[in-house]
């Protein structure tokens, strides 16, 4: 006997049916790629290890500012599902490096790209050093299905 799984509910506006693309908003496009360029973020442990949570909320407010001019960039899109990766040169051990993956979702999930950071439509992340980034910079990129609004 098969379970029926229950659809997450929205926790973002849905998008708008006003778009400059010619693309109906329920026709379906195979694969959308968004690239982000981010400044160097701080590390996990630094992040928590901040004296008082106003600080972790500016980083966060920045670094998600910064994301957000960058998806205006883009054409509005809802995707279904995404893979989140990072790829960075910040000087850091990989697993330090999450606060960038974690502000850029937030930024995303503002703009309306996903519903909600959970893992129903963020199903992978991942991380990898790349020395040919400039030096303490990142690039997020977000890969899956989804409509353009």
């Known amino acids: 006997m098969t379970k029926a799984v229950p659809t997450p509910k929205s926790r973002s506006k849905p998008c708008s049916r006003k778009s400059t693309n010619s693309i109906q908003l329920s026709q379906p496009v195979a694969d959308i790629e968004i690239k982000i360029t981010m400044s160097k973020v701080p590390s996990l442990n630094q992040f928590y290890s901040s004296k008082h949570w106003i600080v972790r909320k500016k980083a966060k407010d920045k670094f998600t500012e910064e994301v957000l001019e960058q998806l205006a960039t883009h054409d509005k899109t809802r995707f279904k599902t995404i893979t989140a990766t990072l790829r960075h040169n910040y000087g ?4 330090n490096c999450i606060m960038a993956i974690k502000f850029a979702l937030d930024a995303l999930r503002k703009w309306g790209g996903i519903e909600d950071d959970n893992t129903n439509f963020v199903t992978k992340v991942e991380i990898s050093r790349d020395h040919e980034l400039t030096k303490n910079t990142g690039q997020v990129i977000f890969f ?4 353009l609004c």
């Open 92 to 95: 850091y051990d990989n697993d």
């Open 144 to 147: 899956g299905k989804g409509v």
